[in-house]
C-alpha cells in the first residue's frame, strides 16, 4: 500500500563479519564457551565411553559393548538397588520439600514469632558439610548408645535405628531441608498476594485459597525443589556410605564406590550406573524446566511484593514450636555432638561421668599434627581457587546465554547445568580417567589442579543460580546506555556488570566456594599424599574410628565457614544497600 | 612441592585448552605397565644409597598404617635421615591395588614404596606393578612361607582378635565370647560387627582350618547379621563406644594399646591358633625416587626400623632382636596360624568374592 | 546527515514476513528533529536502535555523517559510533552518582583529558538541565523527571552528532511529560543537533518534530509535516492513527479542480479532492469528530439527522456517538452543549472543508517524494 520503496530484496547477512570474531568480547565468550563445554563434557564423556566399553583401563584389548549394561541391569539384586536409590531420594525430597516449604510460608506468610530460628536454621548446609552432620547424627541415634535412642528406650518408645533406609531419609532430610526452605523462601516473597487476596474477595475460604491460589501458584517451585533435592540426594556420598553400608543398605552411590575398591576396580558397573544416574537427573531437570517455564508465576517474580501476613491467632505458638525444633534439629543437635565428642579424649555417649574427662587437648593436637594443617591449607586454595574460577566462568557464561542472541547458548546452558545430574563420585573418577588416560600434554594427576578441576566442574550449576537470575534482573538498557556512550564491551562488563551484579558475585562465590571446601565424593579419588583435603580428612580419620579428632576438626571447620559466610553476608549487605 | 603452585594453577588453564583438542581421544591411550617382570635391583649398602637418596630429597609411602601412626613413623625416619621428606598416602588395604595400578595404567608413577596387607600386596607384585627388591637385612618369613621370587620384606604382622566391650556385654547378657565360632550363637545376632574386606583373615582362617570349614564359619557368621564395618580401627572405636558390643576382626596391636587407654571399655581375645597376617613392603616399579624407596624399605625391616614400628604403632615384628607386646603376641601361647604369603590373584577374587558373599554384603 | 538505505532487520525465530524493519529508506538532515511516530511493534524503536549500533542489520546501510556504519562488510558498534542515546527506562546506572554517571562517557573516551576537565564538562551538561545541585547524589534517589534530564545530560555530554531518544517520556506523569516534552525541543534546538525521536504518542510527535515519520509493519507510511500529517493524511493507517475515527465510503459525481462532488448515503458533500480520483470512483471519506456541527435543531436540509447513541463528558468537550440511518459517527463538541441525553434527536452538518478524501483502499497512490529538507507550505501554495 503505502510503501515508499520497493522492498529489497532478502538475502542472508550479507557478509560475514570477519573481524568481529577478533573483538575481545567474542573472544572472552568464545573461550568461556569452551572451557565450560570442556569441564562439563569431560566427566560424562568418560563415564559414556567406559560404559561401552569391554574393558577400561585394562591390560587387554577393548571392543565397543553392551555387555556391561546387560550385565549390570540383570545383575540380580539391581532391582533392590533401583528401589532402594530411588525410595530413599523421593522420600528425601519429600520431607524436604514439604518440611521446606511449610517453614518457608510460616516465615513469610505468617505472623509467627521468633522466625530468626528458621533464619539461621537455614545457612546450616553451608557451615555444617554433610560429612560432620552425618557422623553427629550417626552418634546421636546409635542404636544402643545414642543419647536420643536411650532418651526413647527412657520414654518406652521404640529406638531409632540410623543404620536403616529411615536413617537416611532422615540425615540427609536435616542436611537439605534448608535448602528447600530457601527455595520455599524465594518462591513464597516473589508471589504476589494480592493474587490471594482476589480470591479471598471472590468468596473463597482461606484453606481453599491456600489449596486452589498458594499451592498452585508456587507449584513450579515446588517441583523444582523437589527435583533438586532428589539429584543431589541420589548422587551424595556419605550418607550411604556411612550409614547404609554398616547395614547392608546400598543405593547407587555406595554400589559405585564398591565397586570401584574391588580390585579389579569394575568399571563397567560404575559407568553404567553413572550414565543410568545422569539420565534419570537430565530427564527429571529437563521436566521441571519444561514445568518452570510454562509456569505463569514467571510473570510475578521480581519485583519487591509486600506479602501479605496471616494472622494465625492461637496457631502461632505451636508454629513457634515448629521453629524450635527446626532449629534444634538442624543447628543444636548436631553441633552440641561434635562439641561433645570433640571435648572428649576418647569418645563415651553423653553422661555425667563423661564430664570429668573433658578437655581441650584434641584441638591441641589438631594444631600439632602437620597433615591436618596440610589438608586445611589445600582445602583453602581448591576451594577459594574453585570458588573464583566458578564465579568468573558462570558470569561470562550467564552473560551469554541471557543477554545475547548468539545461536546455541542454549546448548552452553544446559552444559553449565550438566554437573548437577552428575554424581559427585562419577565426576571424581571421570575427571581422574581423563587426566591419567588422556594422551594430553600436560600433568594434573596429584597436584592441587586437578582437585580444583573436578570442584569448578561441581560448582558451575551453583554458580549459574546466582548469577542466571542476577544478570537477567539487569536491564538490557544499563548495557546499551554504556555502548551508546563509547564504552567497549569489555568496559562496559568492568564498570557496569561487574559493580551492579556484586551482590549475586559474591553470593555465587559464597556458595561455590563452600560446596568445594565441604566436597568430598570427587575428591576421594583425586587426593594423592600431599594434596589431601579437610572433608577428605574428615572421612578418612571417621574410617579410622578417630571420632575425637573428627569432631574437634569439624568444629574448627563450623567455626571457619562460618566467619566466612558471615564475613561475605556483610560484605554482600554492604553493597546491596549501596547499589539499591 | 611448594614452590609449584603458581604453575599447577597455570597448568589447569592451558591444560584445559589443550585438552578440548583432544576430546575426541578419549581413553584411548593407557599406558601398560605390565608383561615381564622386571629385573631385581641388587641390594646396597646403606652407604650407597644414602647420598642419591637424599639428593632425591624425598619418598612417596603408600601405606595401610593407621592414619594416626603414620606421622610418628615419619617422624621416626626423619630423625635418622632429616633431609629425606616422607610424603605419605594413608589407604585402606582394598584401595591400595586400584590406586597404584590405576596410576601406572594412566602412565602415572607416583608411589616409591607400599607397604600394606601381603594379598593386596600380591595383587600388585602379580600385576607386575612392583620391582623386585630384598633389603639386605631381612629376615625369612616364618613357616617356610616366602613372598614371589624376588620378592622380600615384611614391616609386621597382624593378628584378628575378637574385641569387645564388657559394660555392653552385661547390659545385653550377653556371654563372653572365647571363639569365632561363639560369635555365631543366635543370642550375638546384629550385636558385633565385622570386615566383609578382611581377606588377610579369611586367608589365615584357611590356613587354620581348611577352606571349606573357614567358610561355612564366615557363613555362619554372615547368617548372624553383622555390622559391616571395612575399618578395623573404627570398628574398635564403636565397640568403646557400646555398639556394637563386639567386633569379630579386631586388630590386636589396636585392641591392645586401645585397652591401655581405655581399660574398662575394651577387652579382647587371642584365639589359637591366633590368625596371623603379613604385612610386606615393596619398592614399587619406575619409583620416581628410586634410591630413598631402597634406604626406606631397609629401614623399616631393620632392627631400628622395625622396634620403632612397634614402639609407635604397638603393631608385632617377626624379628628375634625386638621386643613385642606380649598381651598381642606370645607364639607359645597362642599358635599363629599364618595367612599365606603368596597369593594368585585368581585366588584372592575368589576368596574376597566368597568373604563378601558370606557375610552379605554383596 | 543520518543516511539509511534498505535497511532491514529480522530476529531470529521470525519468518522473513515479519522482518521486524522491512526495507527502511530515510535521509535525516543536519539539525532536524524527525520522529519515528507508530503504534508498538511497527519497527520504529528497531530503526533507532539499529542507527544507535545496538542491532546489526541482516541488509541495507547505515551512514552517519557521511560515514558508512553499517552495511556490507563493515558493522561499527554503538561505541564507535558519534551519537547520544536516551532510553525509555533512562538506563541510569544505580551504583553511580549523578556527575559520575554523566561522566562515564567522557571516562571512556578514547581521548579523555584530566579528570578536572571532564568533571567540569559534565557539570556543565547537568547545568544545561538544569540538575547542577544534584551532581552528587547518588543517582536511584532522583525522581522519574530528574532521571530523565540526568540521561539526557549523559547523551549530550560527549557533543554527539546524533542524539536518539527512545520514547523518552513513557515513564513521566501527564503534566511532567509536556514540560520535558518542550525542554528536550529548545535543548535540541538551541544545540541543533541531528535528532530521531521514537514515540506512539501523536501528540508528542506532532509537537517536537520538524518531520513525522509514520512507520507500521517494518516500513514507513508516509512522513511529512506535523500539520501536513496531521490534517491531510495520504494513507487510512495514517489517519486512523492520528485520531480520524469517522469513515464513510462514497462515489464521485463531479471533479472541478480543486473541489469534489461526492455522494454518500445522507447527501452529496462538496469537499477537497485528492490525487488520482476520477468521477464515478468509489472514494473513502474521513471526518474528524470535530469536524460536525452538531444541533437539536435541522438548519438545512442537507443535515444529517439521528439520536445520541451515549455521551462522554471530557472535561473540556463532550463526545457524542450519533446513530444515523446507516452508521455511528463520533461527534466532539468544545460548546457547553450539555443535557443532550441517550435518545435525543440530533442534526449533524460536516465540515465539508475539512473531509479527508482517498481513493477506495486506503492510500493516497503517488508516494511522497524523499526529501532533505522538511517541506514547507507546499499545501498552502495549491
Known amino acids: 500500500m503505502a510503501t515508499l520503496t520497493e522492498t529489497p530484496p532478502i538475502h542472508e547477512p550479507a557478509v560475514p563479519h570477519r573481524r568481529r570474531f577478533l573483538e575481545p568480547r567474542y573472544l572472552i565468550l568464545f573461550g568461556a564457551a569452551v572451557v565450560v563445554a570442556y569441564l562439563a563434557l569431560v566427566p560424562v564423556g568418560t563415564m559414556i565411553y567406559a560404559s561401552l566399553r569391554s574393558t577400561f583401563l585394562g591390560l587387554g584389548p577393548a571392543t565397543w559393548t553392551f555387555g556391561n549394561y546387560v550385565r549390570t541391569f540383570t545383575a540380580s539384586g539391581f532391582g533392590a538397588l533401583v528401589a532402594n536409590s530411588f525410595g530413599y531420594a523421593a522420600a528425601t525430597a519429600l520431607v524436604s520439600v514439604v518440611l521446606g516449604f511449610g517453614l518457608a510460608w510460616l516465615v513469610t506468610r505468617t505472623n509467627t514469632p521468633a522466625k530468626g530460628f528458621a533464619r539461621i536454621a537455614a545457612l546450616v548446609p553451608l ?36 543404620y536403616s533406609l529411615r536413617g537416611m531419609i532422615f540425615v540427609q532430610s536435616t542436611h537439605v531441608t534448608p535448602i528447600a526452605y530457601l527455595m520455599g523462601v524465594a518462591a513464597f516473597t516473589s508471589m504476589d498476594s494480592s493474587l490471594e487476596e482476589a480470591a479471598l474477595s471472590s468468596g473463597a475460604r482461606p484453606v481453599r485459597v491456600f489449596r486452589s491460589i498458594t499451592l498452585r501458584l508456587v507449584r513450579p517451585a515446588i517441583l523444582s525443589a523437589a527435583l533438586l533435592m532428589f539429584i543431589q540426594t541420589i548422587s551424595t556420598f556419605e550418607v550411604p556410605q556411612l550409614l547404609g553400608v554398616p547395614n547392608h543398605t546400598f543405593v547407587f552411590v555406595s554400589r559405585m564406590y564398591d565397586a570401584l575398591q574391588s580390585f579389579p576396580a569394575d568399571y563397567g558397573t560404575v559407568a553404567v550406573i553413572g550414565v543410568f544416574v545422569l539420565v534419570i537427573a537430565a530427564v527429571g531437570l529437563i521436566v521441571s524446566q519444561r514445568i518452570t517455564k510454562r509456569s505463569p508465576t514467571q510473570t510475578v517474580t521480581g519485583k519487591g511484593f509486600r506479602p501479605k501476613v496471616t494472622d494465625l491467632g492461637r496457631w502461632r505458638w505451636p508454629a513457634f514450636a515448629v521453629f524450635v525444633v527446626f532449629f534444634l534439629v538442624t543447628v543444636v543437635l548436631p553441633l552440641a555432638m561434635l562439641l561433645w565428642s570433640s571435648l572428649l579424649p576418647t569418645y563415651r555417649p553423653p553422661s555425667f561421668a563423661a564430664l570429668r574427662t573433658l578437655s581441650l587437648r584434641n584441638y591441641l593436637t589438631l594444631f600439632d599434627t602437620p597433615s591436618l594443617l596440610d589438608s586445611l591449607r589445600n582445602s583453602a586454595i581448591t576451594a577459594l581457587s574453585a570458588g573464583l574460577i566458578v564465579t568468573v566462568l558462570t558470569a561470562v557464561v550467564a552473560y551469554l546465554t541471557i543477554k545475547t542472541r548468539i545461536r546455541g547458548r542454549w546448548l552452553l546452558d544446559g552444559l553449565a547445568t550438566v554437573p548437577i545430574a552428575v554424581p559427585s563420585i562419577v565426576m571424581g573418577v571421570g575427571v581422574l580417567y581423563w587426566y591419567l588416560a588422556a594422551p594430553l600434554p600436560f600433568h594434573l594427576y596429584g597436584t592441587l589442579a586437578i582437585l580444583i578441576v573436578a570442584f569448578v566442574t561441581i560448582g558451575l550449576p551453583y554458580g549459574m543460580r546466582y548469577l542466571g537470575p542476577g544478570i537477567s534482573q539487569i536491564n538490557d538498557e544499563l548495557e546499551e546506555a554504556a555502548s551508546a556512550s563509547g564504552a567497549g564491551w569489555t568496559q562496559t562488563f568492568r564498570r557496569i556488570y561487574v559493580p551492579l551484579l556484586m551482590p549475586s558475585l559474591l553470593a555465587a562465590f559464597l556458595y561455590t566456594t563452600i560446596v568445594a571446601f565441604r566436597e568430598i565424593s570427587a575428591a576421594i579419588f583425586l587426593y594423592s599424599q600431599n594434596t589431601e583435603v579437610m572433608a577428605v580428612k574428615v572421612y578418612d580419620l571417621w574410617s579410622n574410628g578417630d571420632y575425637s579428632t573428627v569432631a574437634a576438626l569439624g568444629v574448627v571447620m563450623v567455626l571457619l565457614l562460618t566467619i566466612v559466610v558471615g564475613v561475605v553476608r556483610l560484605v554482600t549487605r554492604r553493597f546491596s544497600l549501596e547499589s539499591s | 612441592m611448594r614452590g609449584h603452585r603458581p604453575r599447577r594453577i597455570l597448568g589447569t588453564v592451558t591444560g584445559i585448552a589443550a585438552g578440548t583438542l583432544l576430546l575426541a581421544a578419549c581413553g584411548t591411550s593407557a599406558a601398560a605397565p605390565g608383561g615381564a617382570a622386571p629385573a631385581a635391583v641388587k641390594a646396597q649398602t646403606e652407604a650407597q644409597l644414602k647420598a642419591p637418596a637424599e639428593k632425591e630429597g624425598q619418598v612417596n609411602w603408600y601405606t595401610t598404617f593407621a592414619s594416626d601412626d603414620v606421622s610418628d613413623m615419619v617422624k621416626a625416619f626423619n630423625k635418622i635421615y632429616p633431609k629425606i621428606k616422607v610424603n605419605a598416602l594413608r589407604l585402606s588395604a582394598d584401595q591400595l591395588p586400584t590406586r597404584i595400578i590405576t596410576e601406572q595404567r594412566g602412565g602415572e608413577f607416583n608411589a616409591d614404596v607400599v607397604s600394606g596387607d601381603s594379598p593386596q600386596v600380591d595383587e600388585l607384585i602379580n600385576a607386575g606393578a612392583m620391582q623386585p627388591y630384598c633389603p639386605p637385612d631381612e629376615q625369612p618369613l616364618p613357616g617356610g612361607q616366602t613372598l614371589p621370587k624376588g620378592y622380600c620384606g615384611n614391616v609386621y604382622v597382624v593378628t584378628t582378635t575378637i574385641a569387645y566391650n564388657p559394660a555392653a556385654l552385661q547390659r545385653l547378657g550377653l556371654p563372653t565370647p572365647r571363639t569365632f565360632q561363639d560369635l555365631t550363637n543366635p543370642k550375638w545376632r546384629g550385636q558385633f560387627s565385622i570386615d566383609p574386606g578382611a581377606v588377610n583373615f579369611y586367608d589365615a582362617l584357611i590356613a587354620q582350618e581348611g577352606h571349606d570349614k573357614a567358610l561355612s564359619l564366615l557363613k555362619a557368621l554372615g547368617a548372624n547379621q553383622p555390622k559391616l564395618v571395612s575399618s578395623h580401627t573404627l570398628a574398635l572405636t564403636q565397640v568403646e563406644a557400646g555398639e556394637p558390643a563386639a567386633t569379630a576382626t579386631a586388630y590386636g596391636y589396636k585392641s591392645a594399646s586401645e585397652k591401655r587407654k581405655n581399660p574398662s571399655a575394651l577387652e579382647f581375645v587371642n584365639t589359637s591358633p591366633l590368625p596371623t597376617s603379613f604385612t610386606p613392603i615393596d619398592v614399587v616399579k619406575n619409583a620416581p625416587h628410586m634410591a630413598a624407596a631402597e634406604l626406606f624399605t631397609d629401614w623399616m625391616v631393620s632392627q631400628p626400623g622395625q622396634q620403632a614400628v612397634i614402639d609407635t604403632t604397638n603393631h608385632t615384628s617377626l624379628r628375634t632382636d625386638v621386643h613385642n607386646d606380649p598381651t598381642v603376641w606370645n607364639p607359645s601361647v597362642w599358635k599363629p596360624a599364618y595367612g599365606a604369603a603368596n597369593i594368585s590373584s585368581a585366588q584372592y577374587n575368589q576368596y574376597a568374592t566368597e568373604m563378601k558373599q558370606a557375610l552379605g554384603a554383596d | 546527515m543520518i543516511k539509511l538505505t534498505g535497511l532491514v532487520k529480522r530476529y531470529p525465530g521470525r519468518t522473513v514476513a515479519n522482518n521486524a524493519v522491512d526495507g527502511i529508506d530515510l535521509d535525516v538532515a543536519e539539525g532536524e528533529l524527525v520522529t519515528l511516530l507508530g503504534p508498538s511493534g511497527c519497527g520504529k524503536t528497531s530503526t533507532l536502535r539499529l542507527i544507535a549500533g545496538l542491532e546489526r542489520p541482516n541488509s541495507g546501510e547505515i551512514s552517519i555523517n557521511g560515514e558508512v556504519v553499517a552495511g556490507p562488510g563493515c558493522f561499527l558498534g554503538a561505541h564507535r559510533r558519534p551519537i547520544g542515546i536516551v532510553f525509555q ?229 463532550w463526545d457524542y456517538h450519533v446513530t444515523l440511518a446507516e452508521e455511528t459517527v463520533k461527534v466532539r463538541v468544545y460548546r457547553e452543549k450539555v443535557g443532550l441525553a441517550h435518545g435525543d434527536t440530533v442534526y449533524l452538518k460536516p465540515d465539508e472543508d475539512a473531509v479527508i478524501v482517498m481513493p477506495e483502499g486506503g492510500a493516497v497512490d503517488a508516494p511522497p517524494p524523499v526529501r532533505l529538507t522538511p517541506r514547507r507550505g507546499q499545501r498552502t501554495d495549491r
Open chain 3, 89 to 317: 527506562s533512562y538506563a541510569i546506572w544505580p551504583h553511580m552518582t549523578v556527575l559520575e554517571n554523566v561522566m562515564f562517557p567522557l571516562r571512556v573516551g578514547k581521548h579523555h583529558g584530566r579528570r578536572a576537565d571532564m568533571r567540569a564538562r559534565a557539570l556543565a551538561a547537568l547545568d544545561g538541565v538544569g540538575l547542577a545541585d544534584f551532581a552528587d547524589r547518588p543517582a536511584p534517589a532522583l525522581s522519574g523527571g530528574q532521571q530523565q534530564r540526568v540521561a539526557l545530560a549523559r547523551a549530550l555530554v560527549r557533543e554527539p552528532t546524533v542524539l536518539l531518544l527512545d520514547e523518552p517520556l513513557s515513564n513521566l506523569d501527564a503534566g511532567l511529560r509536556d514540560r520535558m516534552r518542550d525542554e528536550i525541543r529548545a535543548v535540541q534546538q538551541r544545540l541543533g543537533i541531528t535528532t530521531v525521536f521514537v514515540t506512539h504518542d501523536q501528540d508528542e510527535a506532532l509537537a517536537v518534530s520538524d518531520r513525522v515519520v509514520v512507520m507500521n509493519g517494518g516500513r514507513i507510511v508516509e512522513q511529512g509535516l506535523p500539520q501536513e500529517i496531521y490534517t491531510w493524511p495520504r494513507s487510512e493507517f495514517t489517519a486512523r492513527f492520528l485520531g480520524v475515527s469517522n469513515t464513510m465510503s462514497g462515489t464521485v459525481t463531479a471533479l472541478d479542480g480543486e473541489a469534489a462532488d461526492i455522494a454518500v448515503s445522507g447527501g452529496t458533500l462538496r469537499c477537497r479532492a485528492c490525487e488520482g480520483i476520477e468521477p464515478g470512483q468509489r472514494v473513502s471519506l474521513f471526518l474528524r469528530p470535530e469536524s460536525f456541527r452538531l444541533s437539536r435543531r435541522r438548519h438545512d436540509d442537507s443535515d444529517w439527522a439521528g439520536t445520541i447513541a451515549f455521551s462522554i463528558y471530557q472535561g473540556d468537550c
Open chain 1, 127 to 162: 557451615i555444617i558439610p554433610g560429612i560432620l552432620n552425618t557422623v553427629a547424627w550417626a552418634l546421636l541415634f546409635s542404636p544402643q548408645t545414642g543419647p536420643l535412642n536411650q532418651v526413647l528406650r527412657a520414654a518406652h518408645l521404640p529406638i531409632f535405628d540410623i
